[in-house]
């Protein structure tokens, strides 16, 4: 009896064990009809829930909120039982029910960009050797399992020059390469030798930068840029007003002042207002004369004719 209920629970908590591993594989609900593009989270509450079915009664899959600006791989859709719509997605290890309204379509490249600054990636310039368990591994489209690959791959062995790096979650960290001009991503914890460079590791976690970064620290010298006030502090230059003070040169109003032949001209036209004025009082003198003459006449006229009166009259 005690050995069948013992087989009894081994069986109940091997069954509990498989709903939950079945759940988190996304086999809990099935999605309506599949998909395959990508949406990154934008929820005002800063970040959104996986849960293991469409309803927000079912089981939460995530700790913590996936956080804004994360990218998702929608590979199917399904509508909730309050007819609202939900997407099947996969995040990192994780494949559950997402609402579709605090998700935002975007291309995959706009996703992995999206992904690569929400999770704070930086430019480096450093190499890693390509050791991948299956001989080889095949560049992903962006910084996460969650992406599609790509078909170029890199074969073990391979030296892969680094220029991007972001870590994704604590301890896994994605690096971007390129294959015969194509660019894509390889997790580096995983597929290469990059766990056993404990410089770079201790680098990028003191630093939040790879190993072998040399674009970084020129910027990070931008204090002694920052001194630019000093040569912007041009009064040197803005003393330049005395050789500006060309008042001096400006003086020469010196030769300007002709006022000299400016007063010639002017006592030159006060005679000849003098002359003009001259002979207008020699023509009023004439007009004087010929006045005095016309008075004199008409006199000699009036005494004539007088005098003709009074000689008529004594004839008479």
């Known amino acids: 009896m005690k050995k069948r209920m013992g087989i009894f629970v081994a069986l109940l908590c091997c069954f509990l064990l498989a709903v939950n591993v079945w759940a988190d594989d996304g086999c809990g609900q099935k999605p309506d009809y599949a998909t395959d593009y990508y949406m990154i989270v934008e929820c005002a509450e800063g970040g959104v ?14 700790e913590e909120l996936i956080p804004n600006g994360t990218a998702l791989h929608i590979t199917g859709e ?27 379509p ?35 489209k962006g910084p996460g399992d969650q992406f599609g690959k790509r078909r170029q791959s890199l074969e073990n062995g391979t030296i892969a020059h680094i220029t991007q790096y972001v870590e994704t979650s604590p301890g896994i960290a994605w690096g ?5 001009g194509v660019q ?60 500006t003070i060309t008042a001096k040169p400006t003086e020469t109003l010196e030769p300007t002042a002709t006022a000299e032949p400016a007063e010639e001209t002017e006592a030159s036209l006060t005679e000849e207002v003098k002359e003009v004025s001259g002979e207008n009082a020699k023509e009023e003198n004439g007009k004087n004369h010929i006045i005095w003459i016309i008075v004199i006449l008409v006199l000699l006229a009036a005494g004539l004719a007088v005098f003709f009166v009074r000689k008529k009259n004594k004839n008479l």
């Open 49 to 62: 829930d996986i849960y293991d079915g469409a309803d927000f009664s079912a089981n939460k899959l995530n």
């Open 78 to 104: 399904k509508t909730g039982e309050d007819n609202s719509h939900w997407v099947y997605v996969q995040h990192r290890s994780m494949y559950g029910y997402v609402p579709s309204d605090h998700l935002k």
């Open 176 to 180: 971007k390469t390129s294959v015969d």
């Open 184 to 243: 894509g991503w390889i997790d580096l914890t995983r597929d290469t030798d990059y766990a056993e460079n404990k410089a770079a590791i201790s680098l990028v976690e003191k630093t939040g930068i790879a190993a072998g970064v040399t674009s970084v620290p020129e910027p990070t010298v931008t204090p002694e840029l920052t001194v630019i006030p000093e040569p912007t502090v041009t009064p040197e230059p803005t003393a330049a007003a005395e050789p």
């Open 106 to 140: 975007v291309t995959v490249g706009e996703a992995a960009a999206s992904e690569y600054r929400t999770y704070n990636g930086v430019d480096v310039e450093f190499d890693v050797t390509v050791r991948a368990e299956g001989g080889q591994v095949s560049l992903s």
